[in-house]
């Protein structure tokens, strides 16, 4: 065991847990920010994905020491006071269809808005391609992030 802080949405958190516990069982059962899902467990399914240091990543397989001092944004995170722009173009689209892989879904979105305003559909084929939906929303999606684009 030992000690780790970490910043996670803008606030620090202190945490005891084994340096090699994956970051996703830390952000869930230790912080107890449960928005973010357990798909695969090995880095396939991007169920688990957060955004480090404004990066995409999938937490599932991160070991908690590695993200220390870097900055760790959860889909509780991504806005603070109203609803994100993402989430209101998911609403609207009506995207989830059993919803488990969703918030994995818009934390890959989010990251790639941030950084390419106005993505193609190759774009955001190529951003999304490592978030799998078992219900097959894609068109949604695509069309979510277009209309978030807009
Ligand atoms: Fe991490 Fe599937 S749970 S990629």
Redesign the pocket.
Same mark, same amino acid.
């Given at each position: 065991m030992a000690t780790l802080s970490l910043t996670i949405n803008n606030k620090f958190h202190t945490v005891e847990a084994d340096p090699e516990m994956p970051l996703?069982w830390v952000i869930r059962d230790i912080v107890g920010l449960t928005g973010t899902?357990?798909? /695969? +467990?090995?880095?396939? /399914? +991007?169920?688990?994905?957060i955004h480090l240091d404004g990066n995409a990543t999938?937490?599932?397989?991160l070991p908690v020491s590695a993200v220390v001092g870097k900055k760790i944004t959860t889909i509780e995170g991504i806005s603070t006071n109203r609803t994100h722009p993402v989430q209101q173009a998911w609403i609207e689209s009506q995207v989830p269809q059993c919803g488990y892989c969703q918030s994995?879904q818009i934390m890959s979105a989010v990251a790639l808005l941030n950084k390419n305003v106005k993505p193609t559909n190759a774009d955001i084929d190529a951003a999304m391609q490592?978030n799998?939906c078992r219900c097959g929303t894609y068109p949604r999606i695509r069309q979510a992030i277009q209309a978030a684009a807009k």
């Open positions: 996703l899902k357990f798909g /695969c +467990g090995m880095a396939q /399914c +991007g169920a688990c994905t999938r937490s599932c397989v994995g490592g799998i």
